[in-house]
C-alpha cells in the first residue's frame, strides 16, 4: 500500500481517537506532527483561540470563536472528528473532548479543569431560552449563567449538562443522564434527572 494512502487512513483513525497521538512512534510522528501543526496554526489565524502544547485537534471538529468568545485549550488535549465547540470555551489541561460532543459556551462561557474525559456524544450548553407564552421562544432572549466542570471529572457518553450547574472535582457523570443542578466533589450521577448514586472515594 502506498504511503499516502496508509497516511490517509491513519490520519482518520486518529481523527476519530486521537488518544492514540500521544502514543505515535517517532516515524508516525515525522508526519502527524506537522499535520496537527498545519491544522491549528489554521485555526489559530481564523478563529480567536490559543492552543497550548502537545495538543490533537482531528480536522473534521468545528471550532467557532469570536472576539469576546474566546477559546482557550491548555497543554495536551484531544478533540476529536464531529466535535462542535462555540466560546467562549476555557479548557485546562490534558482535556480529552471526543467524537460528537456539542458545546455552547453562551454569554458566559464553559471552563473545564484538568484531566478531566468527556466521552463522545456529550452536550454542554451554557445558555437558555425564555420561556414566556406572550411570544414565541425564537423571539425571547436568551440568559447565560455558565458552565463549571472541576478537574479529573469523568463525563459519560450521550449525557446532558445545562446552563448554571458547577461539576466539582472528581465526579463521574453516567452515561446518558441530564445534569440540571450542581454536582458535589467525587459523586457519582446518574439518570434524568441526574441524582447521586455513589461517590467516587467508595471504589477500590
Not at 47 to 65: D, K, V, Y
Not at 160 to 182: L, S, Y
Request: charge should be neutral.
Amino acid at each position: 500500500m502506498a504511503d499516502i494512502d496508509y497516511q490517509a487512513q491513519h490520519k482518520k483513525r486518529l481523527s476519530w481517537m486521537p488518544w492514540l497521538y500521544f502514543s505515535l512512534k517517532p516515524k508516525h510522528l515525522s508526519w502527524a506532527k506537522p499535520w496537527q501543526d498545519d491544522i491549528q496554526q489554521r485555526l489559530c489565524q481564523l478563529e480567536t483561540i490559543h492552543i497550548g502544547e502537545q495538543c490533537f485537534i482531528a480536522p473534521q471538529a468545528q471550532l467557532f470563536a469570536e472576539p469576546g468568545r474566546d477559546i482557550s485549550i491548555g497543554n495536551q488535549c484531544m478533540i476529536a472528528a464531529d466535535v462542535f465547540m462555540h466560546g467562549p470555551i476555557t479548557l485546562g489541561n490534558e482535556v480529552a473532548i471526543n467524537h460528537g460532543c456539542s458545546i455552547d459556551g453562551g454569554r458566559n462561557g464553559i471552563k473545564i479543569g484538568n484531566q478531566t474525559r468527556i466521552a463522545n456524544n456529550v452536550t454542554i450548553y451554557a445558555f437558555n431560552h425564555g420561556m414566556s407564552p406572550s411570544e414565541p421562544i425564537y423571539k425571547q432572549p436568551a440568559t447565560s449563567k455558565g458552565v463549571v466542570i472541576g478537574q479529573d471529572v469523568w463525563i459519560g457518553a450521550q449525557a446532558g449538562i445545562v446552563d448554571g450547574v458547577t461539576i466539582g472535582d472528581c465526579a463521574v457523570i453516567g452515561m446518558g443522564c441530564i445534569v440540571t443542578k450542581d454536582v458535589p466533589n467525587f459523586a457519582i450521577v446518574a439518570g434524568n434527572p441526574a441524582r447521586v448514586i455513589g461517590d467516587r472515594r467508595d471504589k477500590k
